[in-house]
């Protein structure tokens, strides 16, 4: 015979239930008993009918908690799980709603809680429309009066976007696939900037492919944005979550999708004005900013009367100075042509003065005691040689009369330097 612990009974109770396809997916209707809530949030209660009662479990964050109070008729889904510490059954609440809704509305709660977990749902991975598109794709039928209202709305509003419709069935139990198919395909072959999907309103039973997982998972897959536009403005659908935005309407979605082409004019006059504005007050401004450059650069301008004047009187004042150092200088060089005249030979020589040499060696005569009687003589005048020889003089020889010489510096024997009375 086998012995178990009770972990291990605790935990072959804990896998079979846990594995139960019916146990993992159940809603199970009953009143609230012995309702508590933790510090963290938590609600604790039981659901109950005339025969059993089920401990429950609802963890912080659930829908439909605020819907709890003791003795209230719900119906809740959830799972069946076992607790191996305190050994206890329970259900694991994650969606609680009043008695009486509709197979519908619960089947949307558990669809819509299921996709949320998927993050089908999330906020940051939803993308922003594009500003100016030229083409906008539409996923409805093409004999409702939806695409027309949109198509409407774009020729009004702005004009020179393309229209492009993927039709499809959009109500009835064979409409959520094919929905999804159309969709599909204006994403891959479309060649969209943004794609709406929708149709008008009804009930939450013609609403319903709107709610399917197929449809949901195609908007979450479409790589171009996706806007939803399905029913009225009361109506909420799956679609709704998953799109890139949720408009009211099919005709709001068309006017969220596209720019308002006369706010676009009005906006274009306003700038144009407010840039002629800005260039006149810039354009004023620099005229301004050149005439004040201009005055100063007038200002800083150089006197050039004062100053030709000043060159005028500096140029009197040079020619004045220059005349006078000329004229000094030249009573200068006119001194010293006198000097150098008085000490000319040639200029001694015409005042009577004559030059004796010997004509062999060249040697000027200073003295008589240089030569004999006999010796050959060159005489030098003013106008040329004279050849002599020395010889006494004759006694009856009357002497002629001398012109008294100019005086002059004598060397050291007392005659002109070099010069000779001519006999």
């Not at 401990?55 to 908690?65: H, I, L, N, S, T």
């Not at 006197?303 to 500096?314: E, F, I, N, P, S």
Request: net charge neutral.
């Amino acid at each position: 015979m086998a012995v178990y612990t009770v972990s291990q009974v605790s935990f072959h109770i804990k896998e079979s239930l846990e594995s139960d396809p019916l146990l993992m997916d159940l809603w199970i209707v009953g009143e609230v008993s012995g309702l508590r809530a933790s510090s963290a949030g938590h609600t604790y209660f039981s659901l109950k009918d005339r025969e059993s009662l089920l401990r429950c479990v609802m963890f912080r964050g659930q829908k439909g908690a605020d819907l709890l109070s003791e003795g209230v008729s719900v119906s809740a889904h959830g799972r069946i799980t076992f607790y191996t510490q305190r050994g206890t059954t329970d259900f694991m609440v994650d969606i609680a709603m009043p008695e009486g809704a509709g197979e519908l509305a619960l089947e949307l709660e558990r669809l819509k809680q299921k996709l949320a977990a998927e993050g089908l749902f999330e906020t940051s991975r939803k993308r922003q429309l594009p500003e100016f598109p030229k083409k906008v794709g539409v996923v409805t039928s093409a004999t409702g009066a939806v695409f027309h209202d949109i198509q409407n709305v774009l020729q009004r509003r702005y004009p020179l976007v393309e229209l492009v419709i993927s039709p499809t069935m959009v109500q009835g139990p064979e409409a959520a696939p094919k929905i999804a198919a159309a969709l599909e395909l204006l994403d891959r072959e479309g060649g969209c900037d943004v794609i709406i999907i929708g149709r008008g309103g009804g009930s939450m039973e013609d609403l319903w492919p709107f709610n399917e997982e197929v449809v949901a998972r195609a908007i979450y897959a479409c790589k171009t944005p996706v806007v939803s536009a399905v029913g009225h403005e009361t109506d909420e659908t799956i679609a709704d979550y998953v799109a890139d935005l949720r408009a009211p309407t099919p005709s709001a979605a068309a006017e969220m999708v596209v720019p308002d082409a006369y706010a676009l004019r009005q906006a274009l006059l306003n700038m144009t004005a407010t840039f002629h504005r800005r260039l006149m007050g810039q354009t004023a401004s620099h005229r301004s900013d050149v005439a004040a450059v201009r005055r100063r650069m007038v200002m800083s301008l150089p006197d050039t009367q004062t100053m030709r004047r000043r060159v005028d009187d500096v140029g009197r004042v040079v020619q004045s100075a220059s005349s006078r150092l000329l004229q000094e200088r030249t009573m200068q060089v006119d001194g010293i042509s006198q000097r150098l005249r008085a000490l000319d030979p040639l200029a001694t020589l015409g005042r009577g003065f004559s030059i004796v040499h010997l004509p062999d060696t060249g040697q000027v005569l200073s003295s008589a005691k240089q030569v004999s009687d006999g010796d050959a003589l060159e005489i030098t005048v003013t106008d040329g040689a004279i050849s002599a020889v020395v010889g006494p003089i004759a006694a009856n020889a009357a002497p002629r009369p001398k012109a008294k010489p100019e005086p002059k510096k004598k060397d050291k024997a007392g005659q002109p330097n070099g010069m000779t009375p001519l006999l």
